[in-house]
């Protein structure tokens, strides 16, 4: 089964936008999906936003709508995370994972990746 691996995270200030990498070990996501979250400190894993890989489709969280945007590289080799005006909220190791379907539901994705921390001052 292919591991994920993000990349793009970093120290960042408030106003600043970061784009996230996912990225497969190897050939393949392994999956028809590949959706992003976050884990802020002491908090539950989020859900974020969700790309259906075969059609572009996505689908985001009420909380993800505006700021973030997740798309798909023109060879397919990665799903990124576009995120514009980050706040000190916005602090939270972040993770993709793949599935079979659009969904946001954390039990339906398989693969996590180790997680990259994105961290925003004020």
């Known amino acids: 089964q292919a591991q994920l691996v993000e990349s793009g995270g970093g120290f960042l200030q408030t106003g600043d936008s970061v784009r996230l990498s996912c990225t497969p070990s190897?050939?393949?996501?392994?999956?028809?999906?590949v959706g992003w979250f976050r884990q802020g400190p002491g908090q539950d894993r989020e859900f974020l936003a969700v790309?259906?890989?075969?059609?572009?489709?996505?689908w985001y969280s009420n909380s993800a709508k505006g700021r973030f945007v997740i798309s798909r590289d023109d060879a397919g080799t990665s799903v990124n995370l576009l995120i514009h005006n980050l706040v000190p909220e916005d602090t939270a190791v972040y993770y993709c994972?793949?599935?079979?379907?659009?969904?946001?539901?954390?039990?339906?994705?398989?693969?996590w990746g180790q997680g990259t921390q994105v961290t925003v001052s004020s």
């Open positions: 994972a793949a599935a079979p379907r659009i969904t946001n539901q954390p039990e339906s994705f398989h693969s």
């Open positions: 190897g050939r393949s996501f392994g999956d028809k999906a």
């Open positions: 790309i259906f890989l075969g059609s572009d489709s996505t």
